[in-house]
Nanobody, 124 residues
Framework: VQLQASGGGLVQAGGSLRLSCAAS????????MGWFRQAPGKEREFVAAIRWSDSTTDYKDSVKGRFTISRDNAKSTVYLQMNSLKPEDSAVYYC??????????????????WGQGTLVTVSS
């Protein structure tokens, strides 16, 4: 499975961005897709994820109400709509795919496939 993330950029605080992650290859081998992020000097952290089979979602507490993850099964693409962005949201955002129906959406080790990352910079 190959993942291509896009949509990052520079935005002012309070602004919005939409990230996209297009999956190709044996996507049927995956059950969920998620977004993680890593800021300089920090560890990679979970942001949001969605399960293909039933659209169950999960979010990091600090992004609830601001970020929305959605999917387009026909395009094998997952989107992350990010609103009310804050400087602390600045990071490289990675999409990931993998897991089983029983996997925890927030667990990075549940994901077998990772995209290349897209940079999000939020200025104050």
């Amino acid at each position: 499975v190959q993942l291509q993330a896009s949509g990052g950029g520079l935005v002012q605080a309070g602004g919005s961005l939409r990230l996209s992650c297009a999956a190709s290859g044996r996507t049927s081998s995956t059950n969920m897709m998620g977004w993680f992020r890593q800021a300089p000097g920090k560890e990679r952290e979970f942001v949001a994820a969605i399960r293909w089979s039933d659209s169950t979602t999960d979010y990091k507490d600090s992004v609830k109400g601001r970020f929305t993850i959605s999917r387009d099964n026909a395009k094998s693409t997952v989107y992350l709509q990010m609103n009310s962005l804050k400087p602390e949201d600045s990071a490289v955002y990675y999409c990931a795919a993998g897991g089983t129906f029983y996997s925890d959406l927030f667990a990075p080790n549940a994901y077998r496939f990772w995209g290349q990352g897209t940079l999000v910079t939020v200025s104050s």
